[in-house]
T-cell receptor, first 112, second 114 residues
Framework: GESVGLHLPTLSVQEGDNSIINCAYS??????FIWYKQESGKGPQFIID?????DKRQGQRVTVLLNKTVKHLSLQIAATQPGDSAVYFC???????????FGTGTRLLVSP | ETGVTQTPRHLVMGMTNKKSLKCEQH?????MYWYKQSAKKPLELMFV???????ENNSVPSRFSPECPNSSHLFLHLHTLQPEDSALYLC?????????????FGPGTRLTVL
């Protein structure tokens, strides 16, 4: 029979809206987290990172929030644009270890 | 566009073929990685090389054979693959010693096994 593909949660927003993408991480020992963006036909691209000694970090139009109590990360994108349409992955690791553990990803669809 | 390049971008091969994927990084990094991205699973780490030495093999079948001749080049040799090996194979690099482990990815090779 046909294999079932990985079901990606999808967030659909209108251009100009703010987007919030969530991620639950698995290892309470993880102390470094990265958000990646993957556009169709491309490899993942680094967006923003955060260390566990912070609970918020801001970049250009993006903010990452970290809640270690519930092992939750979020990525906020302000004034979302059609070019933001992509799959977004969170990744966790422990400083000094090279193994990044990726989440399943969220597909962001931005309508003009 | 990116400091990590991969060739070929697309590859179709039969189960009895032997082929190789190539990755090159122009970032001066000393760690390189192979990942598999399929429709059925999240991004999976396959191999890690630090300073040309393999430091991680994530239980990858022997039909996948990596080679790292220097810190800038990484190959993945493929032989007697199965249709379920069809996936996007991504190469990444990082600075192994900085502790941050920010990895930079190439565009991937889309592999189809018939």
């Amino acid at each position: 029979g046909e294999s079932v593909g990985l079901h990606l949660p999808t967030l659909s927003v209108q251009e100009g809206d703010n987007s919030i993408i969530n991620c639950a991480y698995s290892n309470s020992a993880s102390d470094y987290f990265i958000w990646y963006k993957q556009e169709s036909g491309k490899g993942p691209q680094f967006i923003i990172d955060i260390r566990s000694n912070m609970d918020k970090r801001q970049g250009q139009r993006v903010t990452v929030l970290l809640n270690k109590t519930v092992k939750h990360l979020s990525l906020q994108i302000a004034a979302t644009q059609p070019g933001d349409s992509a799959v977004y992955f969170c990744a966790e690791t422990i400083t000094g270890f090279q193994k990044l553990v990726f989440g399943t990803g969220t597909r962001l669809l931005v309508s003009p | 566009e990116t400091g990590v390049t991969q060739t070929p971008r697309h590859l179709v091969m039969g189960m009895t073929n032997k082929k190789s994927l190539k990755c090159e990084q122009h970032l001066g990094h000393n760690a390189m990685y192979w990942y598999k991205q399929s429709a059925k699973k999240p991004l999976e780490l396959m191999f890690v090389y630090n300073f040309k030495e393999q430091t991680e093999n994530n239980s990858v079948p022997s039909r996948f054979s990596p080679e790292c001749p220097n810190s800038s080049h990484l190959f993945l040799h493929l032989h007697t693959l199965q249709p379920e090996d069809s996936a996007l194979y991504l190469c990444a690099s990082s600075q192994a010693t900085d502790g941050h482990n920010e990895q930079f990815f190439g565009p991937g090779t889309r592999l189809t096994v018939l």
